[in-house]
């Protein structure tokens, strides 16, 4: 989607943008539209009005990207920057005899974000925290912050119903922006390739009970870092809540591929390291393991 630079001066108000603290809008002196007197501090407005267009037009579901620039000042220095930015809105894509199109949710925005990142090869540095601050234009139980080494980069998730409202969305929107810029400069500055194993894989599941608040990529995070040499990929493939699952609390499942390069793991060694995981996952975090 191709969005103007300019915004109104509510628009800076809501969306104020990542990655700069406090910025300040730079205001256009001769404005094309009377009503948008500032250049964007954000991508989301464009595309937020994109959306709401082809809603009006009697579009269902509407998805899409934006790559420019943002503008700001402080103290009278006048910055920009570039962003990258996505919006979806409405039900998934129909595929091949599927009888039903399920609603587009906070999955479904971040994964998108998640294989991006994968791309550009700077997934692995990646953290997400939880968004708990009610005046964002976010919606504090639906979206979270990716930082890279402390440094906020990139958030995803649903408007706030506020600001719902606001735009007259009738179902939620769902957004993601990032610092362009900023995870360029994270991208590795060379590919490393390696031969493929040729020997199999053996996969053992992990399952954890946990508060609901908790970072499921946390384990993701402990395991691969614990097994660097044998464990070639961990995945969450579910996540329970409800009975006999205490209230406050949540489950985790998780599949866990073990390999070695150089020989085949015998079940005996696979047990055994996965033995000295549990052990030492449990002794690291807040996690209860189910057996």
Request: aromatic residues 8%; contains cysteine.
């Amino acid at each position: 989607m191709i969005t103007w630079s300019f915004a109104s001066t509510r628009s800076n108000q809501i969306f104020r943008g990542i990655g700069v603290a406090n910025p300040q809008p730079v205001r256009v002196l001769n404005p094309i539209v009377m009503d948008e007197p500032e250049m964007r501090l954000s991508l989301c407005p464009g595309l937020v009005q994109a959306v709401r267009t082809n809603l009006n037009h009697g579009e269902d579901s509407v998805a899409g990207f934006s790559i420019g620039k943002v503008f700001w000042h402080r103290d009278g220095t006048p910055e920009e920057a570039r962003r990258v930015a996505g919006v979806l809105c409405g039900k998934r894509p129909e595929l091949g005899l599927a009888a039903g199109r399920a609603a587009i949710d906070f999955l479904d925005a971040k994964g998108i974000v998640e294989a991006t990142l994968a791309r550009l090869r700077v997934l692995n540095r990646v953290r997400w925290q939880r968004l708990g601050q009610p005046s964002d234009p976010f919606h504090p139980g639906k979206s979270a912050q990716a930082t890279i080494d402390g440094r906020a980069v990139g958030i995803v998730g649903a408007l706030h119903p506020n600001v719902e409202a606001e735009f007259g969305f009738e179902q939620p929107c769902w957004l993601f922006e990032f610092d362009l810029d900023q995870l360029l400069h994270y991208v590795p500055p060379r590919s490393i390739f390696q031969e493929l194993s040729r020997f199999p894989a053996v996969v053992r599941d992990l399952a954890v009970v946990t508060d609901v608040d908790f970072a499921s990529d946390e384990v993701s995070r402990f395991v691969s870092e614990w097994g660097k040499q044998v464990v070639e990929r961990v995945v969450l493939f579910d996540q329970y809540t409800g009975a006999p699952i205490p209230a406050g609390k949540k489950n985790l499942a998780y599949s866990i591929a073990y390999r070695a390069r150089e020989r085949t793991l015998t079940d005996e060694e696979v047990n055994q390291l996965h033995r000295q995981l549990l052990e030492d996952l449990s002794a690291a975090l807040p996690v209860e393991l189910r057996r």
